[in-house]
Nanobody, 116 residues
Framework: VQLVESGGGLVQAGGSLRLSCVAS????????MGWYRQAPGEQRELVAT???????HVSDSVKGRFTLTRDGAKNTVYLQMNALKPEDTAVYYC???????????WGPGTQVTVSS
């Protein structure tokens, strides 16, 4: 399984970005996919994850501002980020959990920088 992220960049506070992550390889339909982020000097934290349209978890820190959607046919997840804040600045990593293989897969990450 390979994950490729796109959509990061530099944006002013209050702006929006949309991250995309495409998964390739042998993927099972209910494999959870989602996003983590890691700011400099901080631990990696969960942003949002989903197994489908009726099972999505979004962390409290971004709830109401970020929306996670999944296109199962394209093996793609999107993270729509609105009302961005400087504290959202981090490297955002796409992840997929393969229960059959017993492991998580990670993308290389995409930088999101929010200026004040």
């Amino acid at each position: 399984v390979q994950l490729v992220e796109s959509g990061g960049g530099l944006v002013q506070a209050g702006g929006s970005l949309r991250l995309s992550c495409v998964a390739s390889g042998t993927i099972y339909g209910l494999s959870p996919m989602g996003w983590y982020r890691q700011a400099p000097g901080e631990q990696r934290e969960l942003v949002a994850t989903t197994t489908g349209p009726y099972s999505t978890h979004v962390s409290d820190s971004v709830k109401g501002r970020f929306t996670l959607t999944r296109d199962g046919a394209k093996n793609t997840v999107y993270l729509q980020m609105n009302a961005l804040k400087p504290e959202d600045t981090a490297v955002y990593y796409c992840t997929l959990t393969d229960y059959t293989a017993g492991r998580d897969y990670w993308g290389p990450g995409t930088q999101v920088t929010v200026s004040s």
